[in-house]
């Protein structure tokens, strides 16, 4: 079965830099599209970003665009978003799954993000 372990995460001020990390376990990782989730309270969760599986072509969503940077490294199976220029929409808890499209069954525990003005 599928295992996501998101570390990281935690407060940044606005404007600032944050790297995420999600490492995955139990599956063939290098065989699957995959993708950034976040939700901010209140709200349905979104993909932010998608990597193809060799890392060759990304997907952004607009709110992110131009500000983030997904990629992944294969030989660790780990998935990585670099975000940059973090505004208070940022804050959120991010979740990286299978994307776009289905997703595995199971999701981590998710990831705290918090941007401060």
């Known amino acids: 079965q599928v295992k996501l372990v998101e570390p990281g995460g935690g407060s940044v001020q606005f404007g600032g830099f944050l790297r995420l990390s999600c490492v995955v376990s139990?599956?063939?990782?290098?065989?699957?599209?995959t993708g950034w989730y976040r939700q901010a309270p209140g709200t349905q969760r979104e993909l932010v970003a998608s990597?193809?599986?060799?890392?060759?072509?990304?997907y952004y969503a607009d709110s992110v665009k131009d500000r983030f940077t997904i990629s992944r490294d294969n030989t660790k199976n780990t998935l990585y978003p670099h975000m940059n220029s973090l505004k208070s929409e940022g804050t959120a808890v991010y979740y990286c799954?299978?994307?776009?499209?289905?997703?595995?069954?199971?999701w981590g525990q998710g990831t705290q993000v918090t941007v401060s003005s």
């Open positions: 139990g599956i063939s990782f290098s065989f699957y599209n």
């Open positions: 799954n299978r994307a776009p499209g289905m997703q595995w069954g199971s």
């Open positions: 990597i193809t599986s060799g890392g060759s072509t990304n």
